[in-house]
Structures are given as structure tokens and as C-alpha cells.
T-cell receptor, first 115, second 112 residues
């Protein structure tokens, strides 16, 4: 079974630039998550999709972050404009049902550095 | 406001000994608890879980203990192996279908 695929693995941008991350979840997984992991902290949920609908985006900074999941499969997360404090690893995860079960699988993440 | 705390940022244990990792949470509404393991440059991988109806769950060398009255859970690894060296995150949720809330992680180093 293929895992959660993310790209790119690494990205360096200047502040005020824009950036986009891509995620392909495990086939058949209806739920998709984007987490932000800042150095020294645990992953923090940014947004949760069930199929192509948003379940939870309460911690997504909507003035600069946006995410979409077209056709209930792949997802993109965009930051525009980026700030220095957005430097983090962005993790995509997917599961058959909602989170909290052993069925939540994570991708390798995209490490973003904003300079 | 940190709902899940792992107060030990790092732990060093000799191979063959027991590793004990601790986690505290603040909200008694959480009823599902998990441990994830993370190697460098990889995403977290599921290790073991426990629901609030139990106080212990065992899977091979890994055992998770839950103390609901103290809002505390721990992960025991016996015997510890060098391959266990990684960052361990505890995570909590309200039910199996809710989002995961992670602690800050504990870096475990197992030396020969």
C-alpha cells in the first residue's frame, strides 16, 4: 500500500513570497489533514477535510493560508504571503475515518524555511 | 494554552533497560490516547493507543498506561533497543474520530 505522498520535500523562500504544498493521500482515505510542526513543538492541526468538505479549520490563519481538496483526493496548502514564523514542517495525513485512530498515516512532510 | 504536555524534552537510556516516557493532559473530555514515533526527516508513525475504558494496553515491548484521575499516560519500552532512538509524541482526541492534539515530544536516545 502506497503511503501519503507530499511534495516538495524542502522549500526555501523569502518572506512575503508565496508557496504551495501538495499532498496525495492513501487511496480510499476520506479524511485528510494538514498539520504544522514548528521546531521543538508537536504537530498542530491546520485543517481537516472529509472528502472535499472542510471539517475543522479553526487554527488555520485564513488571512494568509488557504487549502483545497478538489474531487476529494489530492490537496494543496498555500501560504501567501509567507512570514518568518511560517518556517516549519508541514505534514499531510490521511485516514479512513476521522482522527484519533491508528488509521491516521502521515507523509514525510515539507520543510519550509522562510528567510 | 497547551492541552497536552510532555515535560521531558529528552531521555537517555541504556540498551536493554526500560524507557519510560510521560505525558499529561488537561481536559477530562479526551478519551482516546496514542503514541507516535518520529525518525528524522520522516513523518510520525503510529505506535500504540489506549481508550479511556482501559488503564493498560500492551503490544510487544511497548505498554501504555493510563491514569485518568491524574490525567496522565506513560509509555514503557522494555527492553529498549538502539533502533528505538527517535522522538516520541503523545496525542489525544475526543473519541476515535476526532482530530489529534499532540504533545511537544520527547527525544529518546538508547545507547549500547
Amino acid at each position: 500500500e502506497a503511503g501519503v505522498a507530499q511534495s516538495p520535500r524542502y522549500k526555501i523562500i523569502e518572506k512575503r513570497q508565496s508557496v504551495a504544498f501538495w499532498c496525495n493521500p492513501i487511496s480510499g482515505h476520506a479524511t485528510l489533514y494538514w498539520y504544522q510542526q514548528i521546531l521543538g513543538q508537536g504537530p498542530k492541526l491546520l485543517i481537516q477535510f472529509q472528502n472535499n468538505g472542510v471539517v475543522d479549520d479553526s487554527q488555520l490563519p485564513k488571512d494568509r493560508f488557504s487549502a483545497e481538496r478538489l474531487k476529494g483526493v489530492d490537496s494543496t496548502l498555500k501560504i501567501q504571503p509567507a512570514k518568518l514564523e511560517d518556517s516549519a514542517v508541514y505534514l499531510c495525513a490521511s485516514s479512513y475515518t476521522g482522527g484519533g485512530s491508528r488509521g491516521t498515516f502521515f507523509g514525510q512532510g515539507t520543510r519550509l524555511t522562510v528567510v | 494554552d497547551q492541552q497536552v504536555k510532555q515535560n521531558s524534552p529528552s531521555l537517555s537510556v541504556q540498551e536493554g533497560r526500560i524507557s519510560i516516557l510521560n505525558c499529561d493532559y488537561t481536559n477530562s473530555m479526551f478519551d482516546y490516547f496514542l503514541w507516535y514515533k518520529k525518525y528524522p526527516a520522516e513523518g510520525p508513525t503510529f505506535l500504540i493507543s489506549i481508550s479511556s475504558i482501559k488503564d493498560k494496553n500492551e503490544d510487544g515491548r511497548f505498554t501504555v498506561f493510563l491514569n485518568k484521575s491524574a490525567k496522565h499516560l506513560s509509555l514503557h519500552i522494555v527492553p529498549s533497543q538502539p533502533g528505538d532512538s527517535a522522538v516520541y509524541f503523545c496525542a489525544v482526541s475526543k473519541g476515535k474520530t476526532d482530530k489529534l492534539i499532540f504533545g511537544t515530544g520527547t527525544r529518546l536516545q538508547v545507547f549500547p
